[in-house]
């Protein structure tokens, strides 16, 4: 009976923390983390509960003795010590040393929390509904991360869930060790939050705002995090990846994100056949926005338009590009998100699916010119 207790008690407050799979579920103390800010955090929160240990140990341990010795049974009378200047001054001196004793060491965590001077690589972290983006400032490398096919097919199936069931993504962000990294975070909808408990960091994503964060982790490692502010429907579906790997990983893994990020260019020149458009339109249809507008095109009826005879879609194109790539009331814009080539094909897919036969093409340069005019 007691073992399913605990066993359930394990469970629940496994599935409440954003932990690695490998940590004890019966950890019930903060994280020590991986950086020496983490581990200053963790220090200080451990020092500061032993004081209230302590200080816990002492007046109960006062009140015990005393109701117990001097109760009235025995015939103990009150003694009076009424406006004793000794004891008021030992009462407010000694706490006041002891805050003085606390904020020393407070002070001096939170200076080197918020010291994000000297930094060797700055990154943009950009909070979307429902999703994070990456900007690496300077490298021409941007990418967005959202939670991973895998996770997304095991939230309604009967499978059973993964270990890092809702904490995998499609492009984790990854940083190189030994070197201080700085967070640029930011939102471009709502309030999100930046949380990744082993690094010790978290920090608002505020639209409109840039706060900034550091971090620095001398491993390899691969840590874990989630969205840490309320923000809207899939606020649990945007965790957070860090791959922590050597310097050298790191800089081919750059290598390769700029060669991709040069191939999209490339291929954004390229003319495509209508087929092969409508190839891709529909992996890319299916993927990002059946989810809303329906497999089979027809919405959801008060909440998402259909697109099937959708006066958009089978109306001018450059209102139709704008709807995708700028998003509307209740859709994202998915301008930077899809690629040309991924745009020009949803949307020539759109005009070309569920009946909308309007039989024109959209080609990746006529997105590119689109954006560029913008
Ligand atoms: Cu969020």
Sequence with gaps: MLSIFKRSLALLLAASLPVAAEIDPWQYNLTEGVTSVSQNVYGLHMFIFYICCII???VFGAMFV????????????ASQFHESVKLELVWTIVPALILIGMAFPATKSLMEIYDTDNAELDIIVTGHQWKWQYEYRGEGVSFF?????KSKDQIYS????????????DNPLVIPTGTKVRFLVTAADVIH?????????????IPGYINEAWTKVDEPGHFVGQ???LCGKDHGFMPIEVKVVSPEEFESWLGEKRAEAAAIAEAAKQTFTIDQLLEEGKVVYDTYCAACHQANGQGVPGAFPAIAGS?????????????????????P?????????QSAAVITYQRNAFGNNMGDIVQPVDVVQYQQGQ
């Design 145 to 149: 991360s959202n939670l991973s096919q």
């Design 66 to 77: 005393s109701m117990y010795l001097h109760r009235k049974s025995r015939g103990v009378e």
């Design 158 to 169: 009967a499978d059973a869930k993964s270990d890092d069931y809702l904490l995998d993504v």
């Design 227 to 229: 969205c840490a502010e």
């Design 193 to 205: 939050s930046w949380w990744v408990p082993e690094l010790a960091v978290k920090r608002d994503a």
């Design 333 to 341: 814009p998915f301008g930077e998100q899809l690629t040309p080539v």
């Design 56 to 58: 816990g140990v002492i």
């Design 311 to 331: 006066p958009i879609a089978m109306g001018d194109v450059g209102l139709h590009m704008d709807r995708v790539l700028n998003g509307g009331v209740g859709m």
